[in-house]
């Protein structure tokens, strides 16, 4: 179709040529969903309810990571009675989650991965039970950043992906294992200088050991090996801002 622009008003303009740049930007777009999530989300939440920076977290959105996380080391356990138990409680969380954060970007994404962690949990699948419940432990990291949290979220990330490396190193993915290694680093990298502000130099000195004992890993039993030592020296970052 041939458009005179003679005749068209500046503003169709302004849209059209937004039009056709998304139709460029389209194609290019990244699939790596999870990494954005991480990398980014942070940043995204903080600029669209920067208002929410002064006020701690929904209570129900600390149930919710909080579950999420006990519903992870419950299947780890298949201990699916807990988990089970958990897992409604979860529900409940998330259902009572206020109108700013059921507006999150990742609000959706968290209640759509309920009903396929429901799944696994009634199907015993220990396999997909971690990896939904560790997905949402990420949402809800995701969800808090624009709260005046005690963790930083970033934490809680490394909390996560060292969950992560637990997951793959079980489902001998190396793929999986090495890209959550380079996400395990860049999340590192940047809260680093925190950890270290808050008196941790000695924490944050073994915790580089440990990334870059995961960066050296060959085989599925050495990431496993450093994802438990990686994930008993996130307790003790987390000790250092609870003081």
């Known amino acids: 179709m041939k458009i005179d622009l003679g005749q ?3 503003k169709a303009m302004r849209r059209l040529a937004i039009a056709f740049a998304l139709v460029a930007v389209i194609p290019i777009i990244s699939c790596s969903t999870v990494s954005h999530m991480i990398v980014n989300e942070t940043k995204t939440n903080k600029n669209s309810a920067a208002n929410h920076k002064n006020v701690p977290p929904p209570e129900s959105l600390i149930e919710a990571g909080e579950y999420a996380e006990n519903i992870y080391d419950q299947a780890k356990a298949n201990d ?4 089970q138990a958990r897992l409604d409680q979860l529900r409940e969380a998330v259902a009572k989650l206020p109108a700013e954060a059921k507006g999150n970007p990742d609000a959706p994404q968290l209640s759509s991965t309920i ?3 429901q799944k696994a949990v009634g199907q015993k699948d220990q396999q997909t039970a971690m990896k939904e419940a560790n997905q949402i432990t990420l949402m809800v990291a995701n969800m808090s950043a624009p709260y ?5 979220v970033e934490i809680s ?3 996560y992906l060292g969950r992560e490396l637990e997951i793959w190193a079980v489902a001998n993915d190396s793929a999986k294992l090495q890209q959550t290694t380079q996400m395990l680093r860049q999340t590192w990298n940047g809260i680093r200088p925190s950890v270290e502000a808050h008196g941790g130099v000695a924490e944050a000195k073994k915790f580089d050991e440990l990334v870059a004992e995961a960066e050296r890993a060959k085989s599925s039993s050495d ?3 450093v994802a438990k030592r990686l994930l008993d020296e996130v307790d003790n970052l987390e000790k250092l801002f609870e003081k």
């Open 223 to 225: 990431y496993e090996r």
């Open 115 to 117: 009903p396929a962690l």
């Open 80 to 83: 699916w009675t807990r988990a």
């Open 8 to 10: 068209v008003s500046q």
């Open 148 to 152: 005046k949290t005690v963790l930083p």
């Open 157 to 159: 990330k490394l909390d």
